[in-house]
């Protein structure tokens, strides 16, 4: 069955977000029910399911979209109708994602936007995009952001891609030139954009802490990653090193990190409810970092010498080379691993702050980056 007819078929049974209202396609089940749903879905490799979780579009929508946006976009998110993509990070503002200077002017019932983002996955294809823009400059900088669902495919937006490490152009750059944006395209209240965004990243990071970009698949520029992994115990018997009790450490050691993570995501989803932000999601998506880091290292020392080899010629070796190359992905992608640990310290760990001496300036008056096209 072709899957556009599959998920149409998921989402009218209610299973694509069971824990949603019959009202958005959901049954309105508790979270324990939603998760037996996951796993028989799983036990018989069906897609589609909860997307009450993982599908950061259709959650964001659901809890900031006006009404007429959510009967226009939600069940088109849930089966995978509309091509997205992420507007935030700038050349000059990427951790301190606070520092964007992209700009939204009121021209009557639309908004003129200017700027520049970058690192934006799907770009050249998507139809929206969620864009975060500064809406008030005399005001700190967290307090004068505006999220707007976007209309990419407009005059003024201009896609070009980055070439990556791994010989991909999964990222692309985005120029926008007063380009428009209906007032009824914005997302939240004005100028509170800031919490809808921690909302958007929260699903953004369970969804990498799960299930990040790992082995190479494709030489397809836009679909070089999957989200499976290689089977390590299974590589170490076939190069005949799966009784050297170093090699048998290290596959435990990675085995181990991916089951606690596993744990730690239930936890996570399990405090996230419509609307919020939960910094557990950090612990996760930090996770899925280091096991991607590790599980190339891992790779790479029960190859040996072959490690070194390269290209369509050496298989495996070109696997566990671009596992170590594509692991930065998911170190940079959905926010740092240093904004991770500075989350976890402060809203997990309870840790004091770091100092922000910009924190109650005008953004006006706060130094910046300048950034040339």
């Not at 992608?333 to 005008?362: H, M, S």
Request: proline residues 5%; contains cysteine.
């Amino acid at each position: 069955m072709p899957t556009k007819e599959w998920l149409n078929l998921v989402v009218d049974a209610g299973w694509a977000v069971p824990t949603w209202s019959p009202e958005w396609h959901g049954r309105g089940w508790p979270a324990e029910l939603a998760v037996v749903v996951r796993d028989e879905f799983a036990r018989v490799g069906a897609p589609g399911t909860r997307q009450d979780v993982t599908n950061l579009w259709a959650n964001t929508m659901l809890a900031f979209g006006t009404p007429e946006l959510q009967q226009q976009f939600i069940r088109r998110l849930l089966v995978n109708d509309v091509a997205m993509c992420l507007l935030y990070s700038e050349p000059g503002a990427g951790s301190d994602l606070a520092g964007l200077q992209t700009r939204a002017e009121r021209d009557g019932d639309e908004w003129i936007i200017n700027g520049q983002k970058v690192w934006t996955s799907g770009g050249h294809l998507a139809e929206f995009g969620m864009l975060v823009a500064r809406t008030n400059w005399d005001v700190p900088k967290h307090k004068g952001i505006t999220f707007f669902w976007f209309p990419m495919r407009q005059p003024g937006v201009e896609v070009r891609p980055i070439k990556q490490i791994t010989k991909e152009a999964h990222f692309k750059e985005v120029f926008i030139t007063d380009a428009r944006v209906p007032d009824t395209h914005r997302l939240g209240d004005l100028n509170d954009g800031w919490r809808v965004l921690q909302t958007a990243l929260a699903y953004e990071r369970s969804v990498m802490g799960e299930a990040a970009r790992g082995p190479k698949k494709s030489d397809d520029a836009d679909k070089g990653g999957t989200t499976g992994h290689v089977d390590l115990k299974a590589l170490a018997q076939e190069v005949g090193r799966n009784d050297d009790p170093i090699i048998r450490q290290e596959v435990v050691k990675v085995v181990t990190m991916r089951k606690v993570n596993g744990w730690n995501q239930m936890r996570a989803k399990a405090a996230l409810a419509q609307g919020t932000s939960s910094p557990i999601m950090s612990l996760g998506k930090l996770a899925m970092s280091g096991i991607l880091h590790t599980d190339a290292a891992v790779q790479a020392d029960i190859l040996g010498a072959e490690a070194m080899l390269d290209g369509p010629d050496n298989p495996r070796a070109d696997a566990a080379n671009f596992l170590a190359l594509n692991a930065y992905f998911t170190s940079i992608g959905g926010g740092t691993d240093q904004i991770q640990r500075n989350i976890i310290g402060e809203r997990v760990l309870g840790l004091p702050k770091e100092p922000e001496l910009d924190r109650d300036k005008a953004f006006r008056d706060v130094p910046k980056a300048t950034v040339t096209r």
